[in-house]
């Protein structure tokens, strides 16, 4: 069980860093970190929509992966109680 909580935490560390860098690439209001990758230029071309798709596919994805990775902790915490 310990093995497992281990591999569990350690890939919440990971999930939660790539989460954290495919949201600051989202385009904001200011553009944001988008735009040192070219997301301004491309933005202004008026072809951004598939990158900016599979950037938020890539994003729920993660978020979800992050999510049941938090409740498999959570249950694996609790029942190790017992």
């Known amino acids: 069980m310990q093995i497992l909580e281990f591999v569990l935490q350690v ?3 990971v999930t939660s860093l790539l989460l954290t860098l495919l949201i600051l690439l ?3 209001r200011g553009g944001g970190l988008s735009d040192m990758f070219g ?3 491309s933005s202004a ?3 951004s929509g598939l990158a900016e798709r599979n950037l938020n596919r890539f994003t ?3 978020a979800l992966v992050w999510f049941v990775t938090i409740v498999g902790l959570g249950l ?3 029942f190790a109680e017992l």
Do not use: A, E, N
């Open 45 to 47: 071309m008026g072809s």
């Open 11 to 13: 890939f919440l560390g």
């Open 76 to 78: 694996l915490t609790k």
């Open 39 to 41: 997301g301004g230029m």
């Open 60 to 62: 729920i994805v993660l």
């Open 26 to 28: 989202h385009k904001g």
